[in-house]
């Protein structure tokens, strides 16, 4: 949809203008959007302005509306990053890093980067396997609005630090602290405030400098990879401020991507649901016939959308690189396809590919309710999914390579 409405020239722009004594930045929902760029805008006002602001500086963040997290996203994922909330101000992908270390005396402490402007605690105890078994005691997270943190249950203690990727919670604290940060650093003086939101009756504004993003192939590429969940979910609301020229949300994104495909490409999703871009909702719901018409129709006319080589390929590159079931011969380097997981769900959607690397047949894997027993750790087994997904993806390479057929 964003290939078909947007095209391959667009890309998302962050911009610095100046109104009467004002000054206004203006976020898109760029979802590649890091604090070196606002510093370099901020900079280059400063070069070609002056290094005080005489009236306030305004953070405009009114490019989307609505909520930030989808309908149907499961609470309990919220405080980590590949559940990110979607916003009109973006920045440094709505995720802060930080680790926590278990100690000798059964307490955790936490290190946080000192440029992150957000405030983790935890009072978790440091347990020995045995002990975590026996207590049934998990490491939890309890997050709020202002960007905290609280850590609290057990870890299992361990050599070297845990790595953490907390979901900023309120975007708008989050870029409003980064940016007086950023003033202080480059010696700005405001005379009035920083505000969050749009300037009322902006009049003649001159604009100072922009800063763009990568172009829409390129964000894609990330995208499907990498399995961006941020990219998807503010491209879907760019789509829906774009088809319905208004603020970008998830209602109007969603619909934006069934009109644009029912006219654009003749695929009709009007019985599917479609609440977000990312699919972390547990409220999307689409049929297996329907997500292979739609890559039927990347297929047809992937000379104009190349999306094809966009796509992870098995045991090569992106998420598929290390797929379990993806990475020995005949699989490996023989299918190109879109993984998607949720708790017991597994999912991938895709091409089997001819010797010559070109696609030759579709493949949906829609896998439900998948909760198999527990391993005995005596007895390790491959995993059932993994059995299962060898079988079948075998089943598709030598659909599509016929000839490859032992004999």
Same mark, same amino acid.
């Given at each position: 949809?964003?290939?078909?409405?947007?095209?391959?020239?667009?890309?998302?722009?962050?911009?610095?203008?100046?109104? =009467? !004594?004002?000054?206004?930045?203006?976020?898109?929902?760029? %979802?590649?959007?890091?604090?070196?760029?606002?510093?370099?805008?901020?900079?280059?006002?400063?070069?070609?302005?002056?290094?005080?602001?005489?009236?306030?500086?305004?953070? /405009?963040?009114?490019?989307?509306?609505?909520?930030?997290?989808?309908?149907?996203?499961?609470?309990?994922?919220?405080?980590?990053?590949?559940?990110?909330?979607?916003?009109?101000?973006?920045?440094?992908?709505?995720?802060?890093?930080?680790?926590?270390?278990?100690?000798?005396?059964?307490?955790?402490?936490?290190?946080? %980067?000192?440029?992150? %402007?957000?405030?983790?605690?935890?009072?978790?105890?440091?347990?020995?396997?045995?002990?975590?078994?026996?207590?049934?005691?998990?490491?939890?997270?309890?997050?709020?609005?202002?960007?905290?943190?609280?850590?609290?249950?057990?870890?299992?203690?361990?050599?070297?630090?845990?790595?953490? *990727?907390?979901?900023?919670?309120?975007?708008?604290?989050? +870029?409003?602290?980064?940016?007086?940060?950023?003033?202080?650093?480059?010696?700005?003086?405001? *005379?009035?405030?920083?505000?969050?939101?749009?300037?009322?009756?902006?009049?003649?504004?001159?604009? @100072?400098?922009?800063?763009?993003?990568?172009?829409?192939?390129?964000?894609? /590429?990330?995208?499907?990879? *990498?399995?961006?969940?941020?990219?998807?979910?503010?491209?879907?609301?760019?789509?829906?401020?774009?088809?319905?020229?208004?603020?970008?949300?998830?209602? =109007?994104?969603?619909?934006?991507?069934?009109?644009?495909?029912?006219?654009?490409?003749?695929?009709?999703?009007?019985?599917?649901?479609?609440?977000?871009?990312?699919?972390?909702?547990? =409220?999307?719901?689409?049929?297996?016939?329907?997500?292979?018409?739609?890559?039927?129709? @990347?297929?047809?006319?992937?000379?104009?959308?190349?999306?094809? /080589?966009?796509?992870?390929?098995?045991? +090569?590159?992106?998420?598929?690189?290390?797929?379990?079931?993806?990475? !020995?011969?005949?699989?490996?380097? =023989?299918?190109?396809?879109?993984?998607?997981?949720?708790?017991?769900?597994?999912?991938?959607?895709?091409?089997?590919?001819? *010797?010559?690397?070109?696609?030759?047949?579709?493949?949906?894997?829609?896998?439900?309710?998948?909760? %198999?027993?527990?391993?005995?750790?005596?007895?390790?087994?491959?995993?059932?999914?993994?059995?299962?997904?060898?079988?079948?993806?075998?089943?598709?390479?030598?659909?599509?390579?016929?000839?490859?057929?032992?004999?």
């Amino acid at each position: 949809a964003a290939k078909l409405e947007l095209g391959d020239d667009f890309n998302y722009t962050t911009s610095i203008a100046r109104s =009467n !004594k004002d000054v206004v930045i203006s976020f898109s929902g760029d %979802p590649t959007l890091q604090r070196e760029h606002i510093k370099n805008l901020l900079d280059r006002y400063v070069k070609s302005q002056s290094k005080t602001i005489k009236g306030n500086l305004y953070l /405009d963040n009114s490019a989307f509306t609505g909520y930030q997290r989808a309908v149907g996203w499961p609470w309990d994922i919220l405080g980590v990053c590949y559940s990110a909330p979607s916003s009109a101000m973006t920045l440094d992908s709505n995720c802060a890093q930080a680790s926590i270390y278990t100690k000798d005396n059964g307490t955790t402490r936490v290190y946080i %980067p000192a440029h992150y %402007p957000i405030d983790v605690t935890t009072t978790a105890a440091t347990v020995t396997r045995s002990g975590q078994k026996a207590t049934q005691c998990d490491l939890e997270l309890i997050t709020t609005p202002d960007n905290t943190y609280k850590l609290s249950g057990c870890l299992v203690e361990r050599k070297k630090p845990l790595p953490l *990727k907390f979901a900023i919670q309120s975007p708008e604290l989050y +870029t409003y602290q980064v940016v007086t940060s950023i003033l202080k650093e480059l010696r700005i003086e405001i *005379k009035g405030n920083v505000v969050v939101g749009k300037k009322d009756k902006s009049g003649k504004s001159t604009l @100072i400098a922009s800063h763009s993003s990568e172009k829409l192939p390129e964000l894609l /590429d990330i995208m499907l990879k *990498k399995s961006d969940n941020l990219i998807a979910d503010n491209l879907t609301k760019t789509l829906g401020a774009t088809f319905y020229v208004q603020p970008g949300s998830f209602n =109007n994104g969603t619909e934006a991507i069934k009109q644009i495909l029912l006219t654009k490409a003749d695929i009709d999703l009007s019985k599917a649901q479609l609440v977000d871009g990312s699919g972390l909702s547990r =409220n999307n719901r689409m049929t297996s016939q329907t997500m292979a018409q739609v890559l039927r129709y @990347i297929w047809e006319n992937d000379k104009q959308l190349n999306l094809i /080589d966009a796509m992870p390929t098995s045991g +090569t590159n992106g998420t598929l690189k290390y797929r379990p079931s993806m990475r !020995k011969a005949p699989i490996q380097g =023989n299918i190109i396809a879109k993984s998607g997981s949720l708790y017991g769900s597994y999912n991938m959607a895709g091409f089997g590919l001819d *010797k010559a690397g070109e696609p030759t047949s579709i493949f949906v894997q829609f896998v439900r309710d998948y909760f %198999p027993e527990k391993p005995d750790p005596e007895k390790p087994v491959e995993a059932p999914i993994t059995q299962f997904e060898r079988a079948f993806y075998t089943d598709v390479v030598e659909f599509s390579q016929p000839q490859s057929k032992s004999k």
